[in-house]
């Protein structure tokens, strides 16, 4: 039935609708439209651009501290560059370029950090130093400026035209945008699609996307989820006219003074500047989060309060003395959307189906262009464009509560422009619910990471250490402790705590079905184990698994503990939309994992259990059910630290006591504690890749030298095959080689440029240093034609280039094939 409605054509159904108006809104409608797809439908309860676009400063920069995030808003700025010529609609974008201004020590290592994070990118993004800065900012005054991190083409837009620009063009391609169009309710259908109420009527959505800013968590609860998003006050200055900027020739470039915490650009022939305050003066307006947005609000603002940034507006009258006499004509103050991260979610929801989420933007204006691509191309094409598993939705459940998200997103803000030093760690909010059955006794002891809401211990303390939380761009304190806990492990026995990694069970009468579809190996059979790889449709390695099955049908699937919302979801929509009759629990709260691993670990664990231990008696990668100490335990003989080990699935009630009873029983075995640190070093030597490094989205498990786990021949027709078997007949552009560096007192970290004769050739993806063989060590991506033991190259780190060599993996051969080759010896003598 067509009814007429806003005076058009109201549809009552659509393949995709979109909820909210703004800048992310418009965008992912104009993608979806343009790419193709017919009935495309934006709802908007008031006007488009009411929230937090209409106000925003409109900064645009290619520049971003993470790896692909670069791809964002390089797609961004790509499309707002060309917006106008395409719809016919201005959209005010200016791109003087920006310099972010380094005045200390540590924050021109940062930028030469983030240079070697960039040099592989498509991205322009210059070191300079104080010379060019003045050349590019004749107002500054120059006294601490060191160096500046220059990105050309970076600039700002008016978001309001962008905005209108991009639902002009969703127009143009086909889309309906309906407004105003309150949405009053949503109902999931057994069939996967959604009953989309509004005051005109209901809409029949295939699929629906939640882009609506600050009213995220009003639009979750209607469907039983507890967004992590709160509204920030964030506020900016504009300035009547300068008469020494309206004397300049040319725009001037956007700035960034990191120390002074704010962004100053010119406004017309003024000046405009926006700090971050530090996280105690911040304003959250958390009663948003308990009570809801008042009803309304939508083109309003909060009131300005200068008092609250007055020791920002100080330090810019300092770096750029023209302020000091310049008028003051406006102060905007309006709410921004953060998340406890500061990076938004973007993808389908786990939990339920077909709901996808386009909210928790702190930077919705640069981000806009490039999330509507990426979102617009995962909905079409059934897998992401490229790994952002940084702002998956999922990565968020139950322990996010409020409490958590306030001091959070304090914090982010807070910290908006502190040093981003490798392996960060931030403490507000800590610990959440979610603590391991050894936490408490292990928690002083040593330094604690922060994993999916989990503490874990990244390396232990000893009397005459140097403790504590010491970030740092070379080796820090933690760097001898380390290469302790790594010998530990190589000459007597170490434990440690891997609580954090998820846990799922797969069962039912499709469940050897299910899981045949999903990864390229074939399953392990009752009572074994072993690593499987989830694909996408393209060939992309979308997740890694170790996979047990624990009786006929039953299998216990184990990954990283970044990835458990992110794998989980993967697995249900399959099951789902392939209607698979399985029941699929995540049990990951409910088991704590302790690692066992070193020449020791059999004689400690066998002075607990009556089970053989032996090597022919317990293979490697068996499970099987034991008693420690009398205590119900699943053991797997496997380690990551590919040593002689053992993972031990055990309630979490029981942990504290299995945990306790180990240490007793290898006090003469010389028993102790390891972290994370250590593992990782151990693993390197191995030559174990990692999901999330070594493997992503971004890579195909050929390249990845993964072939082992593909089994291209297995009779199911697991996802990704067909693309997997083009890409081997096509042939590998590039390969996962193995690098030995000749470094100082820096290790490679994973993401640094890799060059030969002068030229960018590949990436490192991770990177230790090997306290077994004495010196630096990362996997790399490289061409084809410099694969070969033996070649030479340069790893760029801190604005050096360090000599590197492909070397054979790897250096340190694992237990299971030492003791193999000793066997072999043994028989041949």
């Not at 809801?292 to 309003?300: A, N, R």
């Not at 339920?352 to 204006?365: K, L, M, P, Q, S």
């Not at 080796?475 to 380390?482: A, C, L, M, Q, Y």
Request: glycine share 10%; proline share 6%.
């Amino acid at each position: 039935v067509s009814t007429s409605v806003l005076g058009k054509r109201w549809k009552d159904t659509a393949e995709t609708v979109i909820i909210g108006g703004g800048c992310v809104g418009a965008s992912v409608a104009y993608h979806l439209a343009k790419s193709g797809m017919k009935d495309v439908v934006l709802l908007e309860k008031s006007d488009l651009t009411a929230g937090s676009t209409w106000h925003a400063a409109g900064l645009t920069t290619y520049y971003h501290p993470g790896i692909n995030l670069k791809k964002v808003h390089y797609d961004s700025l790509k499309l707002y560059e060309r917006l106008e010529a395409e719809t016919g609609q201005a959209v005010g974008l200016h791109q003087p370029g920006s310099v972010r201004i380094a005045s200390s020590p540590a924050r021109v290592d940062e930028m030469k950090y983030q240079m070697t994070r960039t040099h592989w990118h498509v991205t322009e993004q210059y070191l300079i130093g104080p010379e060019k800065v003045k050349e590019l900012f004749p107002l500054l005054n120059m006294d601490k400026v060191l160096a500046g991190l220059y990105t050309p083409g970076d600039g700002h837009i008016d978001p309001y035209s962008l905005t209108m620009a991009l639902a002009a063009g969703a127009r143009m391609y086909g889309a309906q945008i309906y407004n105003p169009a309150p949405v009053t309710g949503l109902s999931p259908r057994a069939d996967g699609k959604w009953d989309v109420q509004t005051p005109h009527g209901t809409i029949l959505a295939n699929r629906i996307v939640n882009a609506t800013g600050f009213w995220a968590r009003e639009v979750g609860k209607m469907i039983g989820f507890d967004h992590p998003t709160i509204p920030v006050h964030h506020q900016y200055v504009v300035t009547a006219t300068v008469p020494e900027v309206k004397a300049l020739k040319k725009e001037l470039p956007v700035i960034r003074d990191l120390e002074g915490s704010y962004y100053l650009r010119q406004e017309r022939d003024g000046l405009l500047f926006g700090p971050y305050e530090k996280m105690e003066k911040m304003k959250l307006q958390d009663s948003w989060v308990t009570d809801g947005v008042p009803p309304g609000f939508g083109k309003e603002l909060f009131e300005s309060d200068l008092d609250r940034i007055m020791e920002h507006v100080e330090m810019a009258m300092e770096m750029v003395p023209v302020l000091k006499t310049a008028d003051i004509v406006n102060i905007v103050s309006g709410p921004i959307t953060y998340t406890p991260d500061l990076l938004p979610m973007v993808g389908p929801h786990q939990g339920v189906r077909n709901y996808w989420t386009a909210i928790g933007f702190g930077y919705g204006v640069i981000h806009a262009g490039g999330i509507g691509k990426f979102l617009s191309d995962w909905i079409r094409n059934g897998e992401p464009p490229y790994d952002l598993i940084e702002c998956d939705p999922n990565r968020y459940s139950k322990w996010v509560d409020v409490p958590f998200l306030c001091a959070k997103a304090r914090e982010s803000y807070g910290f908006n422009n502190v040093v981003g030093y490798p392996k960060e760690e931030r403490f507000a909010g800590r610990p959440t619910y979610r603590q391991s059955g050894v936490y408490q006794l292990l928690k002083d002891k040593g330094s604690m990471g922060f994993h999916a809401g989990w503490e874990q211990p990244h390396w232990f303390y000893k009397p005459g250490d140097e403790t504590g939380y010491k970030p740092s761009f070379r080796r820090t304190n933690w760097f001898k402790p380390v290469g302790r806990e790594y010998q530990l492990v190589m000459e007597k026995v170490g434990v440690i705590d891997l609580t954090p990694f998820a846990k799922f069970i797969v069962k039912g009468k499709d469940s050897n079905r299910l899981l045949d579809r999903l990864v390229a190996n074939t399953l392990p059979k009752v009572g074994v184990t072993n690593i499987s790889h989830m694909l996408t449709p393209a060939g992309k390695v979308f997740a890694e698994l170790t996979i047990t099955q624990l009786t006929p049908g039953e299998f216990l699937l184990i990954t990283g503990s970044g990835s458990e919302g992110h794998d989980l979801s993967w697995i249900e929509t399959e099951a789902q939309d392939g209607g698979y009759e399985v029941d699929i629990s995540n049990v990951t709260e409910d088991i704590g994992v302790l690692g066992i691993a070193g020449p020791n670990s059999r004689k400690v664990l066998q002075k607990l259990t009556n089970e053989d231990l032996s090597d022919a008696g317990f293979k490697f990668l068996q499970c099987k059910s034991i008693q420690l100490a009398g205590i119900p335990v699943r053991a797997i003989r496997i380690s990551y630290t590919g040593e002689l080990g053992w993972e031990l699935y055990i309630d979490q009630k029981n942990m504290a006591a299995v945990y306790q009873a180990m240490m007793e029983a290898g006090k003469d075995e010389g028993i102790d504690n390891f972290g994370t640190y250590a593992m990782s070093s151990l693993r390197l030597e191995k030559g174990f890749r990692g999901w999330g490094a070594e493997m992503n989205s971004d890579t195909n498990p050929l390249e990845a030298g993964l072939d082992y786990f593909i089994k291209l021949n297995k009779p199911a027709d697991f996802i990704g095959k067909a693309a997997l078997q083009e890409i081997k007949a096509k042939g590998l552009k590039r390969k996962l080689s193995y690098i030995t560096l000749d470094t100082d007192n820096i290790d490679p970290e994973g993401n640094e440029t890799v060059w030969h004769n002068g030229k960018v050739v590949g990436n490192t993806t991770s990177g230790a240093y090997s306290y077994g063989t004495q010196q630096s060590l990362a996997f790399a991506y490289l061409p084809l034609e410099l694969c070969s033991v033996g070649q030479k190259v340069e790893v760029e780190l801190l604005g050096r280039k360090y000599p590197a060599m492909v070397v054979q993996e790897p250096l340190v051969l694992t237990e299971p094939t030492r003791t193999r080759l000793q066997k072999k010896a043994k028989g041949k003598v």
